[in-house]
């Protein structure tokens, strides 16, 4: 998978927790509709740009934006 393609993923990923305040990785793969390698890898990248944090609630992790986009 190319670089761009992760960072255009990542951008999908970004644009679904903005609307939603926070989601899980399956909700994130139904409104993206993207793949298990690409949801991880456009994570990744959103976390190595501190864009997201991760927490859990009720055994489920979540997901979602940090105040400093």
Do not use: P, Q
Not at 50 to 57: A, L, Q, S, V, W
Request: aromatic content about 8%; overall charge negative.
């Amino acid at each position: 998978m190319i670089k761009n393609v992760i960072g255009e993923n990542a951008g999908k990923v970004w644009k679904v927790l903005n609307e939603n305040m926070e989601s899980n990785i399956e909700e994130l793969k139904k409104k993206t509709k993207l793949k298990n390698d690409e949801i991880y890898l456009a994570l990744g990248w959103l976390s190595r740009e501190n864009k997201i944090i991760f927490f859990e609630e009720n055994s489920v992790i979540k997901i979602c934006l940090t105040d400093n986009e």
